[in-house]
């Protein structure tokens, strides 16, 4: 039996026709930037996320860059003096910390909560400086940061919150989704996400209508209106058929997130008990998606090579945690900085969650696992 840690042909057999209509009717348009495909998919998320607008961009890691430009960290060649801080977790995706680079901003890292493996909100608080503007929790692996200590720190040093929902569409925490935390909050729709489209796009939620507004300015060269351009923006536009494709999708979503937390709890109940893995935390007011289901081992390494050789896919992220990187070494940090971010990095493995696993693949993954212990 083969157990992709993917299988994203599966969802598309459900999907083929509805998908080929709606890409047929765009390139019959040969309309391909922004436009009513564009626009109605925003509608829909904003409506799905319960937030007022959603801006749609051309990738995960945009639609954080294009908040930061928006929400006016975004150092510009005229600026002097020492660069604004942005407080990301040090055990995340790159483009978290890479986007705050980008804008002219200094990357600055917080540990994690080691049974979440999200931003820790009393190392949060630690770092905060005169310099620092905002803070990006990441809602890793479908399940939100801690917001309540994060909203509270953050109002009361006048801090913007941008939250990293990449991994996160449709996640709750309290009954309130992701987008009604931040000032902004970044989606993706890179193939491997909830929501994957036929390529790179992405999306800001927001509850702001001024921030939405110049969200639209940024992603198109910050012209508005045409040829005059208020502020330097990019081009961060969404495409047609990217949107085309995700809509057709977007109705299936809470279905499929039901299917990824059922394959869930069947691993949880199968390594129940089991010393040797901790299986993911989700706190009671957490409402996970479970983008990736994620065990912690000591044997972490020989359980990777049990799945590899029974040709299972497992993925390890993040092996590197970012204060760790190389291209972050000019910041200075060092190894023992952050033990929760270098612990997670150094013990835990994505199994395969996604939504069309067989009972009889599920457990063929759970069986491999246990007999590498
Ligand atoms: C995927 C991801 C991103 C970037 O999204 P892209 O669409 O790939 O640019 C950012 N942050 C996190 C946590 C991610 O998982």
Not at 161 to 178: L, S
Not at 247 to 263: F, P, Y
């Amino acid at each position: 039996m083969k157990v992709p840690l993917l299988d994203l042909k599966a969802q598309y057999a459900e999907l083929k026709e509805e998908t080929r209509a709606a890409i047929d009717a765009v390139l019959e348009s040969q309309y391909f930037i922004g436009g009513e495909n564009v626009a109605n998919l925003e509608k829909a998320v904003a409506q799905y996320s319960g937030t007022l607008d959603a801006v749609g961009v051309s990738s995960g890691t945009d639609a954080l860059l294009s908040s930061l430009m928006a929400l006016d960290i975004y150092r510009s060649p005229l600026d002097e003096g020492p660069a604004d801080e942005v407080i990301v977790p040090a055990y995340t995706f790159f483009a978290t910390a890479g986007s705050v680079w980008r804008a002219g901003a200094k990357p600055v890292f917080a540990d994690i909560d080691p049974d979440t493996y999200n931003i820790d909100p009393k190392s949060l608080e630690e770092k905060i400086t005169d310099r620092t503007k905002a803070v990006i929790p990441v809602h890793l692996y479908g399940q939100c940061a801690d917001m309540d200590p994060i909203c509270k720190t953050a109002k009361k040093h006048s801090l913007k919150i941008i939250e990293d929902g990449a991994q996160a569409i449709g996640a709750k925490q309290n009954g309130i989704k992701v987008g009604n935390f931040g000032d902004t909050a970044a989606l993706s729709f890179f193939p491997s996400k909830n929501l994957g489209g036929l390529g790179d796009g992405g999306m800001v939620l927001t509850n702001d209508a001024d921030i939405a507004q110049r969200l639209r300015q940024m992603r198109n060269h910050g012209m508005e209106p045409k040829y005059y351009h208020k502020r330097v923006g990019g081009n961060f536009r969404l495409d047609a058929l990217q949107a085309a494709g995700l809509l057709v999708k977007l109705s299936r979503l809470d279905k499929w997130g039901d299917m990824r937390r059922a394959n869930a709890a069947f691993y949880d109940a199968a390594f129940d008990g089991i010393e040797a893995i901790k299986t993911p935390v989700i706190r009671p007011e957490n409402y996970s998606i479970y983008n990736q289901y994620i065990i912690s081992s000591p044997k972490r390494d020989a359980i990777l090579e049990r799945l590899k050789s029974q040709n299972i896919g497992c993925e390890i992220y993040y092996p590197v945690p970012l204060h760790l990187q190389e291209c972050f070494k000019p910041l200075g940090y060092k190894k023992g900085d952050f033990p929760n971010a270098e612990y997670a990095a150094e013990h835990t493995l994505a199994l395969p969650i996604y939504p069309e696993l067989s009972e009889q693949q599920l457990a063929f993954v759970a069986e491999t696992v246990k007999s590498a212990l």
